[in-house]
């Protein structure tokens, strides 16, 4: 984890996609659209049923590792509201044992409207945490300093002949754009007019690597 | 079996045309499958003809993907005799429950240019729909048309039934005239590098003006594009000359194609699209630009000239280094002596099966037995186990995951055990959206403000395009004005370009070829034949430090520029090279050998670094096989490509329809993140099966990597040498040239140098 500053406050950028808070003792992710696999099952596209499982043993291993009191999900935690009757056994086991660890935080998004039996944790519309709003989209009309997630923002470049796509965060002086943290998610090129229009102007797309934060000016 | 021109389509169809002539019925009579949509329209110009010059009743229609759908409607309700059409527009029509009735009185099905797709994938689904129609009409008689091969028993046993190849009567065509061949020497010296021939554009532009028609083959679409342009500006004559390849839009294909059969270019410029026999009776010569890469293909470019048997093709290779003149030599030394390639026949594809068995089952619901007994009696799948049968049932029904996750959502159920059904309508429309064989990388389509299409190029190179650059494209140069949606909206420019490119394998030499490249090394005797400048060459090698002997891995080893090079004439292929240097340089780093890089071509592979290496024999040892190579492979582009292909002809994730993504509807899945899933959570699923059946089976160059290896081991002869060797010298023009290898570390660097650039670039002071 490479450091990461926002709105004054002093994180640690993982380059799946989390974020610790340490001031809070507390981990942010976004966007882990849990069963996303099996939703395109009904329509008989057969994903491998494994997607749940894979972003709950990396995010375990996240937990694991940076030892948080509590966890926001900032939304869309379920690629669709009977997503959580889905989860096949080995990952509700894998999530009851987390929300049962730490204060777990469902903050709501578009994807769920009506999300009922969460395996534990609170659901939450938005939190206000030390003078930062944490919300699933952006809301540019908002002047406080907000973190969300949403857009699953990457970065898309072209070096010396190679196709480069990797997770990335999109900073400005208000907003923070988490990438999505599920294992089966697209992406937005963190370059995309409605990123920038949520994000204002001097916005950069942040890429953490080994040992810093890489940063690359979005033109607004 | 008969050279191109002798007539052989014609004499494929004379059993129908009297049949029908004799006793007029009505329903379908003859089925003709050819590889080429193209070919198709072209057999029913050239069938037309005879028919209506005898005012037969005989109704003879294509049915392709290009086919409206009003019309392919009427084909079902009402077939005509003879239906000209592709294994997968076929295979679509064995999905509907009325084939049992269409398909009934099939007396003839004719299987035209058999050579070019038995082997592969869609030679699989035309082998298992063989199966289905001699089911459906067990009077069907099969008829293979193939040019000449190297082993027509092979041939016979795909076509037989129950792979009896004694069913299969062979009849053999007349050689024919011997072709004319030679090699285009430049009018200076051959060139130390470079593979298109492109030095020779004044030269071969001379020989179009001398001769009525001409082809020119180049072995890839961006050659084509870069040789046209060159050709173009020597052109004094302004003669008309044109481009053809598989990415440009199919009306400017057709009116190439149309414009040469009138007799109206002097040239047309043009890649593999062109191998299969469309005729044009009129092509006088046809040259190859860069190696011809395997005798075989060679032949059969050549006949593309003078489509008349009795008179001899002229052929002109140009070779564009000197290993290519050497290749290009063996190759008209095989062709004088008749050796053709060896063609591999491996087992049918788990993918291509599982797409059949679904179009089956939305056909008619199935008797598991019974339907197995049909697709074993189609040569590619006789060895088919029981137990593969049953996980590719289970893998159409519910994804054959271990997990059972899917029972829910399955496709197809059992009635009662082993009778089994498609569980829903919407099953059967899928499999017809989705279903085809060829899967192209993700395109985007290249057009002008008016929206006229002129073709199509990949994603991966449009993303390396920026408004107001250049590219040389369907033989213009075109500035790029916008992206919009899918397409590039691009003008009419005059300004130098780029070179488009495509990704994929590169085509390599074949192994019989590599042989006698090889011979020609090792005896000296030989090279009196060759030019000047290439005899010169090779008796400096010899002086200089060693020409391999053929059993022997010649690897030699020099500083130069204050880096230490290890050159291995190991002969197996660009693409075999390719994987060999990221295996040995991996190795390098951890013996502390400090490589930088390597490059690559079709002879020999070249690996530099800060260190000398004086004993290059550990880096070859045949473990590298083993641990490194699978671990290597597995997160290689190989099998992440060859995954991607079994994805989406399996049925897993869906066709990109490029029409439809506009809406913005569909949604496409990275098959890389599939892969990367089932090799952790289910290493043994059946795609992932599929997908390593078709890079060790298909491309072979994992086969000629490992015979690379074990000859190391015994054959290695190192030669240490005080400076740069002249067969070390094509390669080393290459370096720089070429990108930096691939894999996270690096992808890391080039990331934080792009940063550093940028920053730089955007500093204010």
């Known amino acids: 984890m490479v450091p990461l500053s926002f709105a004054g406050h002093n994180f640690l950028a993982d380059p799946q996609g989390a974020m610790f808070w340490p001031a809070e003792k507390a981990l942010l992710v976004a966007d882990l659209h849990l069963e996303k696999a099996s939703w395109f099952a009904r329509v008989g596209q057969f994903l491998p049923p494994y997607d749940s499982q894979q972003t709950l043993a990396a995010l375990t291993e996240l937990v694991d590792r940076t030892a948080p009191e509590r966890l926001y999900c900032l939304g869309d935690s379920f690629h669709d509201r009977f997503g959580c009757d889905r989860l096949p056994d080995a990952a509700r086991a894998m999530l009851l044992a987390l929300t049962g660890r730490l204060d777990w935080v469902w903050i709501l998004g578009n994807h769920d409207p009506g999300f009922a039996d969460h395996c534990g944790g609170r659901l939450v519309e938005e939190a206000h945490v030390r003078g930062l709003t944490l919300r699933h989209e952006a809301d540019p009309r908002d002047p406080t300093p907000e973190i969300s997630g949403h857009y699953h923002p990457k970065l898309r470049l072209q070096l010396r002949g190679k196709h480069v796509s990797r997770r990335c965060y999109v900073a400005s002086e208000a907003k923070l754009i988490l990438p999505a943290f599920g294992s089966l998610t697209g992406g937005l090129d963190a370059h995309h007019p409605e990123i920038r229009s949520k994000v204002g102007g001097q916005a950069a797309a942040l890429v953490p690597v080994a040992d810093r934060l890489l940063r690359f000016p979005i033109a607004a | ?765």
């Open chain 2, 1 to 765: 079996m008969a050279a191109t021109g002798a007539g052989k389509t014609l004499a494929g169809f004379l059993p129908t045309i009297c049949d029908l002539a004799e006793t007029p019925a009505e329903g379908l009579h003859t089925l003709y499958i050819s590889p080429l949509k193209a070919l198709a329209v072209d057999v029913q110009r050239n069938l037309l003809t005879p028919i209506e010059e005898m005012g037969l009743p005989i109704r003879v229609e294509v049915r392709s993907g290009d086919t409206p759908s009003d019309r392919k409607a009427r084909q079902r309700a009402r077939p005509p005799q003879v239906l000209l059409t592709t294994p997968e527009s076929l295979s679509l029509l064995l999905s509907y429950p009325d084939s049992f009735t269409m398909f009934a009185g099939v007396r003839n099905i004719v299987i035209d240019e058999i050579h070019a797709f038995a082997r592969d994938k869609r030679g699989d689904l035309l082998g298992l729909s063989l199966a289905r129609l001699q089911a459906i009409a067990p009077a069907m008689r099969r008829v293979g048309l193939s040019a000449t091969v190297s082993d027509p028993d092979a041939y016979r046993h795909w076509l037989a039934p129950d792979a009896d190849e004694t069913l299969v009567d062979l009849v053999q065509g007349d050689p024919g005239a011997e072709p004319h061949l030679s090699i285009l020497l430049p009018e200076d010296r051959i060139p130390w590098s470079g593979h298109s021939g492109r030095y020779a554009a004044k030269q071969v532009m001379k020989l179009i003006e001398q001769h009525k028609t001409s082809l020119v083959f180049c072995n890839t679409r961006g050659l084509a594009e870069l040789i046209f342009q060159d050709l173009w500006r020597v052109n004094e004559q302004s003669l008309p000359i044109g481009v053809h390849h598989g990415s440009l839009a199919l009306e400017a294909r057709r009116k190439v194609e149309a414009a040469m059969a009138d007799g109206r270019l002097r040239a047309l410029v043009c890649t593999s699209s062109l191998d299969l026999g469309i005729d044009w009776g009129n092509v006088e010569l046809v040259l190859q630009m860069g190696a011809p890469k395997g005798s075989s293909r060679l032949l059969q470019r050549i006949g593309r000239a003078n489509h008349r048997l009795d008179e001899p093709s002229e052929g002109t290779i140009v070779p564009g280094n000197r290993f290519e003149y050497l290749e290009a030599r063996a190759a008209l030394d095989a062709v004088d002596a008749g050796e053709l390639d060896p063609e591999i026949f491996r087992p049918g594809t788990l993918d291509t099966l599982a797409q059949h068995i679904l179009a089956c089952a939305c056909a008619a619901p199935f008797e598991q037995g019974e339907l197995l007994r049909e697709i074993r009696s189609a040569a590619p799948y006789a060895g088919l186990s029981d137990e593969v049968y049953e996980r590719v049932l289970q893998y159409i029904a519910t994804g054959g995951y271990a997990l059972r996750a899917y029972d829910k959502f399955r496709r197809l159920v059992e009635d009662s055990p082993g009778h089994w059904r498609i569980t829903k309508p919407a099953v059967a429309l899928q499999h017809r959206m989705n279903a085809g064989i060829i899967v192209d990388n993700p395109m985007m389509d290249v057009r002008f403000k008016n929206g006229r299409m002129l073709g199509r190029v990949e994603e991966g190179f449009a993303s390396t395009l920026s408004v107001g650059d250049h590219i040389f494209f369907a033989g213009l140069s075109l500035e790029i004005e916008r992206f919009k949606d899918s397409d590039i909206v691009v003008r009419a420019s005059k300004h130098e370009a780029r070179l488009v490119t495509y990704g994929g394998q590169r085509m390599s030499m074949t192994t019989h070829l590599a042989d006698r490249v090889r011979a020609f090394l090792a005896s000296s005797a030989e090279w009196h034949r060759f030019p000047d400048d290439v005899r010169e060459w090779l008796e400096v090698q010899e002086r200089r430090s060693r020409l391999p002997q053929p059993d022997e891995l010649l690897v030699e080893t020099f500083p130069f520029e204050g880096r230490h090079y290890m050159v291995m004439y190991s002969f197996e292929g660009w693409n075999a090279h390719q994987s060999l240097g990221m295996l040995i340089t991996k190795r390098m780093e951890k013996a502390g050998l400090k490589p930088l890089g390597y490059v690559a071509n079709d002879y020999a592979i070249a690996i530099y670094g800060l260190e000398p290496i004086d004993d290059p024999a550990p880096l070859l040892s045949p473990d590298i096989l083993e641990g490194e190579f699978v671990e290597w492979v597995e997160q290689s582009m190989l099998l992440k490509r060859a995954f991607r292909e079994v994805a989406v002809i399996g049925g897993l994730v869906e066709r990109q329809h490029p029409g439809k993504r506009k809406t913005g509807k569909q949604v496409s899945f990275s098959t890389d993140l599939i892969y990367d899933v089932l090799r952790k959570y289910e290493p043994e699923h059946l795609l992932m099966k599929a997908a390593w059946e078709d890079a060790r089976a298909r491309m072979t160059e994992l086969g000629r990597l490992a015979r690379l290896v074990e000859r190391a081991a015994d054959q290695m002869v190192h030669v240490p040498a005080d400076r740069v060797t002249p067969m070390a010298v094509p390669l080393m023009v290459v370096i720089g040239r070429e990108a930096l290898p691939g894999g996270g570390d690096a992808e890391d660097s080039l990331l934080i140098e792009a940063e550093a650039l940028a920053q730089e670039a955007m500093r204010l002071d």
